[in-house]
């Protein structure tokens, strides 16, 4: 199975957020999410790297340091465009905010 079929498949539901880079020379963009290890009782970390990636929307966003430890994945949707791919990630940013959207294209994505 491929990593677009893994990731369509795949519940990122409160998978929380730990990092984001964005390289525009490259038409990168890289998701870190923490996901809890019952077993370890510690977080992994899950790595989206998605490369060709255009029509780059990130949503308003509470850049506060509180607004930020909790931010966490709702939903993901993928779906086709062209050659290439859409993806929607639904956000939320804590008890009682209002959350937020990110949404782009990609060619190609690797789960590591």
């Not at 539901?13 to 525009?24: K, R, S």
């Not at 009782?41 to 850049?63: C, H, I, K, M, W």
């Not at 909790?70 to 993806?87: S, V």
């Not at 009682?96 to 590591?112: C, L, N, P, Y």
Request: proline share 2%; no cysteine.
């Amino acid at each position: 199975m491929t990593d677009l079929e893994n990731l369509k498949q795949t519940s990122l539901h409160d998978m929380g957020v730990d990092a984001l880079t964005v390289d525009f020379k490259r038409s990168a963009l890289t998701l870190q999410l923490g996901i809890y290890n019952e077993d370890t009782r510690s977080y992994d970390t899950l790595t989206l790297a998605f490369q060709g990636v255009g029509e780059l929307n990130l949503g308003p966003l509470d850049l506060s340091a509180s607004a930020l430890t909790e931010l966490d994945i709702d939903t993901h949707t993928i779906t086709p465009k062209g050659a290439a791919h859409a993806i929607r990630f639904q956000l939320l940013t804590g008890h009682g905010q209002a959350g937020t959207q990110w949404t782009f294209t990609f060619e190609h994505v690797k789960i590591s």
